[in-house]
């Protein structure tokens, strides 16, 4: 499905141990929107949901619903630290086109069905 580098498992760590609640794990998804078709969404989960698939990372989960699988099949997630700041990145296989934001993407079924339009 899904993999995290060492860096991203560190941070996804430090994050979880900081909640005040429980936390299931982080819930990676894609959603319909941004500006090539396809966003990505992160957020800490309260609990896993029937049908989810579940990567265990040195203890820490990442949670897909059956949905958003498809889209991130083979993506990778890593964390990176730079002069213009710090934060989670992607990369996905199944993009063939993605914004200059890096936040939202296309995949060549997308692009078919749109008549290979080009979009901004």
Known sequence: ML??????????TE?????P???AGLRVFVQKGGCSGYSYGMSLAPQ???GDWV???????????????PL??????????????AG??????????????GSSFETAEASEAAGGEERA
């Not at 993999?3 to 996804?12: N, V």
């Not at 990567?55 to 699988?69: E, M, N, R, W």
């Open 3 to 12: 993999t995290l580098t060492d860096a991203a498992t560190r941070k996804l």
């Open 88 to 101: 989670f990145a992607i990369s996905n296989p199944n993009a063939v086109r993605s914004c200059g934001c």
């Open 48 to 50: 896993v949901e029937e």
């Open 21 to 23: 609640e429980p936390v």
């Open 55 to 69: 990567g265990d990372f040195g203890g820490t989960k990442v949670l897909v619903d059956p949905q958003s699988a």
């Open 72 to 85: 991130l099949q083979g993506v990778r997630i890593d964390f990176v630290e730079s002069l213009q700041g």
């Open 15 to 19: 994050i979880i141990e900081q909640q």
